[in-house]
């Protein structure tokens, strides 16, 4: 599938921003999924290129003028493929990603709501088993949650948006063992209302590999997805982070398109 996609942030301030440094994760990642034919990143600052230790395509961005806005803007065309499994050139060994983290910390109750939902299943049946108890114990609310809140929150609440999907997915994951990571990216619906932005996640499991999967749809992820980052949680595979130094009361505005 081929995907056009355009994504912008803008952030407008009270007063000036004396400096800003921000790290953009919006390149896509070059899996074997899928393959970018053109990309642009359209900032009113500078940037400088960096891999992570994840793979993941960043930019740091640092304005040091004083600004009241911020623009991001990135567009471009990547082709995706059917394939949802798929092998790694080993940036972090899988291990790496069986350890916890504050947003993805499993308790007794999570672990044994993986264990009872998954006891009988087999190869990809247990991811399959594992999307679709979260989707049935979970509610999608729009603004239940923060993007700081916990897997374990969203256990307990039983309600959220995708992020929250992907970190009790991950959280399940590591409770029985099966090392899984955030994923951070696009998604194409169809649905021109949809906010395209998306986030799911990556379990191993042999011997298939990395297997993408999307709680929130109780779909394996696969054409119609297109991965920007990877990471222990949403912390290290958000699309932008940063920090700033003056602006007073800050405003952001989003707007994505994905279309085939």
């Known amino acids: 599938m081929l995907l056009n996609i ?3 942030t803008r952030y407008l301030y009270e007063y000036p921003v004396n400096y800003s440094l921000q790290y953009l994760r919006l ?8 393959r970018t034919l053109d990309w642009q990143i359209i900032v009113n600052g500078n940037k400088q290129l960096q891999i992570d230790g994840h793979g ?32 790694e050139t080993n940036k972090f060994a899988s291990l790496i990603y069986l350890t916890e983290t504050p947003l993805t910390h499993f308790n007794a109750d999570i672990q044994a709501f993986t264990q009872e939902n998954t006891k009988n299943s087999k190869d990809l049946a247990i991811l399959g088993d594992l999307m679709n108890a979260i989707a049935d114990r979970m509610q999608f609310e729009t603004g239940s949650s923060q993007v700081h809140d916990t897997a374990l929150q969203a256990f307990e609440r039983q309600r959220g ?18 090392s899984a990571r955030y994923v951070s990216g696009y998604l194409f619906t169809g649905d021109d209302g949809h906010l395209a932005s998306h986030a ?10 990395w297997v993408s999967c999307d709680a929130t749809h109780r779909i394996f992820a696969g054409e119609p997805y297109c991965r920007l980052a990877v990471g222990r949680d949403y912390l290290e595979a ?7 130094q003056g602006g007073g009361f800050e405003k952001m505005h989003v707007q994505v398109q994905v279309q085939q």
């Open 27 to 34: 390149t896509p990642r070059q899996d074997s999924n899928q």
């Open 56 to 87: 993941n395509i960043g930019h740091w961005l640092t304005l040091d003028q004083p600004r009241q806005d911020i623009s991001i803007v990135v567009k471009g065309l990547v082709e995706t493929s059917e394939q949802f499994c798929f092998q």
């Open 161 to 178: 948006v995708c992020q929250d999907y992907a970190h009790l997915f991950v959280a399940c994951c590591k409770s029985i063992g099966i």
């Open 238 to 244: 958000c699309p932008v982070r940063g920090v700033r």
């Open 6 to 8: 355009q994504h912008e």
């Open 200 to 209: 799911w996640a990556d379990a191993w499991l042999e011997p298939y590999g």
